[in-house]
């Protein structure tokens, strides 16, 4: 059974930064886009970040742009998402899921590893 394993979280200050990494167990983990999203108390799960299967091309959502970069290493079999300038409002679990096909959104991800918890203090 593929596992995922997101780690990096944390508490940081505002301004701050923290660098995430999901690790999978998949041999295939290479074939496929990766992704990540994130999920703030009460609220739904949005997406964050996808790259594709080689690392070229990647997509984030608006809110991230300029402040987080997505990036992978398939002989590492591992995701990384560096995030800077980290505001409150970016406090939530993250979550990392691999999608067989290119999507801007949580469509076509899963299954969906446990996550990590980022807070950010004002």
């Known amino acids: 059974q593929v596992q995922l394993a997101e780690s990096g979280g944390g508490l940081v200050q505002a301004g701050g930064s923290l660098s995430l990494s999901c690790t999978s167990t998949a041999q295939s983990f290479h074939n496929y886009f990766m992704g990540w999203s994130r999920q703030a108390p009460g609220k739904e799960r949005e997406f964050v970040a996808v790259?594709?299967?080689?690392?070229?091309?990647?997509y984030y959502a608006d809110f991230v742009k300029g402040r987080f970069t997505i990036s992978r290493d398939n002989t590492e079999k591992t995701m990384y998402l560096q995030m800077n300038n980290l505001q409150p409002e970016d406090t939530a679990v993250y979550f990392c899921?691999?999608?067989?096909?290119?999507?801007?959104?949580?469509?076509?991800?899963?299954?969906w590893g446990q996550g990590t918890q980022v807070t950010v203090s004002s």
């Open positions: 899921a691999p999608s067989p096909h290119a999507t801007r959104s949580l469509v076509g991800f899963g299954p």
């Open positions: 790259i594709s299967s080689s690392g070229d091309w990647t």
